[in-house]
């Protein structure tokens, strides 16, 4: 996402560069460029003008530090001024009432209600140790209730036991009174969408928010309708009162103008980004990090934060000891490879990478999600002796494991050729440190 916007960018700071100070002529130029790439990317016409006007004053208003050229000054200004149309500071999801904390999720059809409400449950429950209780109230589509109760399942989370021949109204209000016997501290509603706003699900909302008094009513947004996706906050919140915001398929190729307007126009927080299809891609929404990534300086606290999520202590201490024993095998290999694709895509790990943007434009990441399976595949058909000792792997052992792993001799030979590549880069990260991890790292996909 915001591919076209952070090109623009890129090359708008580029024209700054060698300039000797900041003046109004090569700012309204700068601007111009920087103006074209907000509206390519669909941002509503009033931020454009209001973020325009606020990088101006500020930009001619500020004095040319020595330290800094130009071009890296015009990058500070703008970097803020994206922190502000994001919203400013992180803000959390607020959960301070009586439990059962009663929150209700709204939007048109499609915009993924249902995955993200299983998505939020499964955030609550990891990270805020609460105990959800879903709530499939869209009796219109009998699929997002069975959808909704398979993936509370899948989560080990209780569901209520919706009935489609019920009205949404009393569904709440029984399920309300469910959650309290059962003692669970939050209450996720699934209400129904339509194609477009009309006044009976307005009605009909309406009557859920009065029957069960929600605390937070969070409105998902596609980011991929762009300025559809604020008009469609604005009626919400004009009829129930929106609370916040979350915004879907944000790794997708929209062009980011329901992320830059939304906030702005609405003057509700977001909250949430999904990020992926499955359940644990969904992250608390912060403006700083969001504006970096815009900016192609990466996001090195939300790659910190998924390598706290995801990578087990354990594990983590294993593997450490065996690289100061050198004693790393291809089990220990196998450990890696999974913790990574924990982690995420490899493009979504590549942007958050200062500078590895560009990167991950160039990785295919299908290309590389099938190389991963098919090093899992190798090496679950060997045997644990043969794990441990890799120079077991003799001509008919690597027959054998190739016919057992749908593979060829010449895909066990490049892995192994990886993995001794590898080997030799922990042992001299155990002698010299960490500097050399990335200065060493081979390249696992070639």
């Known amino acids: 996402m915001f591919e076209s916007l952070t090109d623009k960018l890129e090359l708008t700071f580029k024209r700054l560069r060698g300039q000797g100070k900041i003046t109004e002529s090569n700012i309204d130029d700068a601007l111009r460029d920087v103006r074209l790439g907000l509206l390519e990317a669909d941002v509503h016409l009033k931020v454009v003008r209001s973020f325009l006007d606020a990088v101006k004053a500020k930009a001619m208003g500020k004095e040319v530090l020595l330290s800094l050229t130009p071009e890296q000054q015009f990058i500070g200004v703008v970097r803020d001024e994206l922190v502000e149309l994001l919203g400013g500071d992180y803000q959390e999801l607020d959960l301070k009432t009586a439990p059962p904390v009663v929150i209700m999720l709204v939007g048109l059809q499609g915009s993924g209600k249902t995955t993200t409400l299983a998505k939020l449950a499964r955030y609550l429950k990891n990270e805020k140790k609460r105990t959800p209780y879903l709530v499939p109230a869209d009796i219109y589509r009998p699929a997002a209730i ?40 939050v209450l996720l509603i699934d209400t129904a969408g339509r194609l477009h706003i009309d006044e009976e699900l307005m009605a009909e909302l309406s009557a859920i928010k009065a029957a069960v008094n929600p605390h937070q009513i969070l409105f998902v947004a596609d980011s991929m309708t762009g300025q559809d996706a604020v008009n469609q906050a604005l009626g919400f919140d004009g009829k129930l009162g929106v609370s916040g915001v979350i915004l879907t398929k944000l790794d997708g190729d929209s062009r980011g103008g329901a992320a830059l307007s939304i906030r702005q126009m609405v003057g509700k927080p977001i909250l949430f980004s999904g990020v992926g299809e499955k359940l644990d891609a969904f992250e608390p929404f912060y403006p700083d990090r969001l504006a970096s990534r815009i900016l192609g300086m990466g996001d090195v606290l939300s790659l910190i934060d998924k390598v706290q999520q995801n990578v087990e202590q354990k594990e983590a201490e294993k593997l450490q000891e065996a690289f100061q024993k050198q004693q790393f095998t291809l089990e220990e290999f196998l450990v890696q490879l999974q913790q990574i694709k924990r982690m995420g895509s490899m493009n979504s790990l590549l942007e958050m990478i200062p500078g590895g943007k560009k990167l991950a434009s160039q990785v295919d990441a299908e290309k590389a999600e099938k190389e991963l399976k098919r090093v899992e595949a190798i090496i679950h058909s060997m045997t644990i002796q043969e794990r441990r000792n890799p120079a077991l792997l003799n001509g008919s052992r690597r027959k054998r494991i190739a016919l057992g792993s749908g593979t060829t001799v010449n895909d066990i030979n490049r892995l192994m050729k990886q993995f001794l590549e590898m080997k030799k880069m922990m042992q001299r990260v155990s002698k010299l440190g960490v500097k050399s991890l990335m200065s060493h790292m081979p390249n696992p996909f070639h």
């Open 146 to 185: 069975e959808q909704l109760k398979i993936l509370a399942k899948e989560l080990d989370l209780p569901v209520y036991d919706s009935n489609p021949e019920t009205s949404p109204v009393t569904i709440c209000r029984q399920a309300l009174d469910e959650a309290k016997k059962k003692f669970c501290d």
